[in-house]
């Protein structure tokens, strides 16, 4: 039996590639052009029949009658689908409004009791360009004139040529004419174990000042537990009776000094004979280095401490310590929490200048001990020291010579002395360099003198009985060349100004009501109209200067240096 043979259809490639066949999209008007689900399938069915043709020879194998072979093209028939697509994508839109509560007004107005209206009138300014008229004067007043020309130019060449206003500089500040104390400080904890303010600090700011709980009389106070208080002037709402940062340290702490540059660093010095550096601003653990007890820390308390810059590092800064044991001993931090000894100096009997005649020392006794230490404003390796004999010395940081003490050290050991001085009467207490003269400075002991020495000669220049009991401290003035203060053991600030007078103070501030002494004072080099005293009542007094104590006269540092210089005949 015959295949009934079916009508060629067009291929699926065919129906694929005219664009006018029912598989392309065609838009009119807006409406899509498309065949019918129907013809989709016919040519469907047909495209699969026609890729079998194809793989056969690339024509259909229809036999029939009427049905020739080749491929024809057909169009068919188009059928348009109205877009739904716009109205179900229709901007739906709804209204809505609401209310806020009605908002309530008022007016008002103020009226002023009273006013006033003013006018000024200036003068009528002259053209510009035009000059008043000169009118000449009378022919008796030009010839006085031409009379006194040559005397006046003269006088004001003289006048131009003088110095006598040199340094004087125009004060505008309210003027100050007594002393007054302005602030009264204590611990009262301190001040209950009956101890001493054995030394006073202002910190580099000025605006702080710190002060070392001890004993300075006789006793062994080695175990004797101290502080160190420090107050902020410049806080608001300031307790006299609280410091805003307490150190509790184990052995009485004998002298105090603040770091240069750092504002809370501090450094103390103990009866034990150790160097100790606290941070105040770390309340917790204040304790930034320590010397130790080891072979190079003093063996006798330390009297005094002072920061000195590095050599090669002028921003760096050691601690120089001086005890009555002889040495003079340069610290360096070195690791966390340690003090390592960096140079040192010994003083023995032996190797001081024999440039001045001393008393014999007792047999057996070598060491020279050391109370004191100011170091030149004009040579940073110069100091000088104050002794237990009675005697200041003038010593170089750049001394080579080895010390013949055999001290236990894991540094060298140098003889730092040159030059000896006239002693007192008595052990000094207190050396210190002017700031004004590379030659000048004082010294106070328990001979109740002050000294006035120049350092180009052993004789003083000048010797003050201040007191009939010790003096413990003596400063010079950071703005005024010949002021300087002294504490005496009668309870005593003593004020002094050289160009009024050489013989007495020109003020006496009694620091303490019962004579108990005073043993530390300090200028402050910031605030320089704030005088800082201690005494053996545990109080801190902070003395308010009158101007005449901090304004420079116009010839005063001639003055000194004149003063100077009959020292050097």
């Known amino acids: ?81 109205p877009s739904q697509w716009r109205g179900v994508q229709g901007i739906r839109g709804e209204t809505k409004s609401c209310q806020t509560t009605s908002i309530a007004t008022a007016e008002a107005s103020a009226q002023t009791q009273r006013h006033a209206d003013a006018e ?68 009262p904890p301190a001040q209950g174990q009956g101890l001493h303010v054995t030394s006073v600090s202002w910190n580099s700011t000025g605006s702080v000042v710190a002060c070392a709980y001890g004993r300075l009389d006789d006793g062994d106070w080695s175990t004797l537990k101290s502080f160190v208080c420090a107050w902020n002037l410049d806080r608001r709402g300031l307790n006299p009776q609280q410091p805003a940062a307490v150190v509790e340290v184990p052995s009485a702490v004998m002298c105090l000094a603040f770091h240069p540059t750092q504002p809370s660093q501090i450094a103390g010095g103990l009866y034990s004979g150790e160097v100790l ?42 601690v120089l310590s001086v005890a009555t044991d002889g040495k003079v001993l340069l610290w360096q931090g070195a690791g966390p929490g340690r003090l390592q000894l960096a140079e040192g100096f010994a003083l023995v009997v032996q190797q001081l200048p024999r ?24 040579d940073p390796s110069l100091f000088i020291l104050g002794t237990e004999g009675g005697f200041p010395l003038k010593c170089s940081l750049a001394a080579e010579e080895a010390a013949l003490k055999r001290m236990p050290s894991s540094v060298p050991l140098r ?85 009024k007078s050489s013989q007495k103070p020109t003020v006496s501030i009694k620091q303490t009501q019962d004579e108990s002494p005073v043993y530390c004072l300090e200028f402050n080099r910031h605030q320089t109209r704030l005088l800082a005293a201690g005494d053996a009542k545990g109080t801190v007094k902070v003395w308010l200067l009158s101007t005449e104590f901090t304004e420079q006269g116009p010839r005063e540092a001639e003055d000194l240096e004149q003063l100077a210089a009959e020292v050097a005949i």
């Open 355 to 378: 440039n001045t005649k001393l008393k014999k020392p007792h047999r057996g006794e070598t060491e020279v001990g050391t109370t004191a230490v100011a170091f030149s404003s004009f």
């Open 120 to 187: 000024v009138q200036t003068e009528a300014p002259l053209p510009v360009g035009v000059l008043p008229v000169s009118r000449p004067g009378s022919p008796r007043l030009a010839a006085f004139l031409q009379s006194v020309e040559a005397m006046l130019i003269r006088e004001l060449n003289k006048n131009w040529q003088s110095h006598a206003f040199d340094g004087f500089e125009v004060n505008w500040t309210e003027q100050q004419q007594t002393v007054t104390c302005l602030h009264t400080l204590g611990y």
């Open 277 to 318: 550096v606290w941070d105040m601003s770390r309340p917790e653990d204040p304790l930034l280095w320590r010397t130790g007890l080891t072979d190079d820390t003093h063996t006798d308390p330390v009297y005094q401490v002072v920061w000195l810059p590095e050599p090669r590092y002028s921003h760096r800064f050691r």
């Open 1 to 81: 039996m015959a295949p009934t043979a079916s009508r060629p259809q067009p291929s699926a490639l065919e129906a694929g590639g005219r664009r006018s066949r029912g598989s392309a999209p065609a838009r009119e008007g807006g409406a899509v052009s498309m065949a019918t689900r129907e013809q989709r399938r016919q040519l469907g069915l047909a495209g699969s029949g026609c890729a079998v043709a194809l793989a056969t020879g690339g024509a259909a194998s229809a036999e029939g009658p009427g049905r020739p072979g080749p491929l024809q093209d057909e169009t068919l028939g188009v059928a348009s689908v």
């Open 415 to 499: 003889a730092p002395a040159q030059f000896i001085f006239s002693p007192h009467g008595g052990p000094v207490y207190s050396v210190s360099c002017s700031p004004f003269h590379r030659n000048l400075f004082l010294s106070a002991g328990t001979d109740g003198h002050v000294h006035l020495y120049s350092m180009l000669q052993a004789q003083p220049l000048t010797s003050l009985q201040l007191s009939h009991k010790y003096l413990f401290a003596v400063r010079w003035s950071p703005v005024r060349p010949l002021v300087f203060a002294a504490a005496s053991g009668e309870g005593e600030v003593q004020l002094f100004d050289l160009q």
